[in-house]
T-cell receptor, first 114, second 114 residues
Framework: KAGVTQTPRYLIKTRGQQVTLSCSPI?????VSWYQQTPGQGLQFLFE???????NKGNFPGRFSGRQFSNSRSEMNVSTLELGDSALYLC?????????????FGAGSRLTVL | KQEVTQIPAALSVPEGENLVLNCSFT??????LQWFRQDPGKGLTSLLL?????REQTSGRLNASLDKSSGRSTLYIAASQPGDSATYLC?????????????FGTGTQLKVEL
């Protein structure tokens, strides 16, 4: 079965622009969570959506937002990009929003902010 | 605030050696602990998930143990192979927020040489 699909895989933006990243979970998975990975901070939790509702949110500024659609696909948006937003953005899906969840990660979207 | 530490940060071993990766966490109030591997430029692959009530999990040449009271987990890799070369990450989910909000360690970069 198809894995977690993230698009685009690579993108370059300039400071002040905004970006939207997309994540299509494994079919049947209802939970999607997002993480930011940087060399300095490692992997940090951004937010989690389950059945179109944000369940958890990490410690990121309001420039970072997300949503989930009725088909469980999720998007995250970063507005007013800063150089420090350059990172690998990973999404993960799982069947449920809690319990013994094995998370399946996508390959990531690598964002470079110039 | 949960903090996860992994030691060593990097490890180089000859093929065939058995090895142990260490993970420690500061807050023992966890739901579960997961071990992942990450290949360069790629997403994360889940290796093992240990529920807080469990002591260990095994999958093939991998064995992970959990001592929740002392805040420690180990990943044992038997008979290492060059294909095991990757970064290994441990992550814990706290009791607050459910199972999909993970706090990651900084990883152990493993190189298995021929």
């Amino acid at each position: 079965k198809a894995g977690v699909t993230q698009t685009p895989r690579y993108l370059i933006k300039t400071r002040g622009q905004q970006v939207t990243l997309s994540c299509s979970p494994i079919s049947g998975h209802r939970s999607v969570s997002w993480y930011q990975q940087t060399p300095g901070q490692g992997l940090q939790f951004l937010f989690e959506y389950f059945s179109e509702t944000q369940r958890n949110k990490g410690n990121f500024p309001g420039r970072f937002s997300g949503r989930q659609f009725s088909n469980s696909r999720s998007e995250m948006n970063v507005s007013t990009l800063e150089l420090g937003d350059s990172a690998l953005y990973l999404c993960a899906s799982s069947l449920r929003g809690s319990g013994a969840n094995v998370l399946t990660f996508g390959a990531g979207s690598r964002l470079t902010v110039l | 605030k949960q903090e996860v530490t992994q030691i060593p940060a990097a490890l180089s071993v000859p093929e065939g050696e058995n090895l142990v990766l260490n993970c420690s966490f500061t807050d023992s109030a966890i739901y579960n602990l997961q071990w992942f591997r990450q290949d360069p430029g790629k997403g994360l692959t889940s290796l093992l998930l240990i529920q807080s009530s469990q002591r260990e999990q095994t999958s093939g040449r991998l064995n992970a143990s959990l001592d929740k009271s002392s805040g420690r987990s180990t990943l044992y890799i038997a008979a290492s192979q060059p294909g095991d070369s990757a970064t290994y990450l441990c992550a814990v989910s706290g009791l607050t927020g459910g199972g999909n909000k993970l706090t990651f360690g900084t990883g152990t970069q493993l190189k298995v040489e021929l």
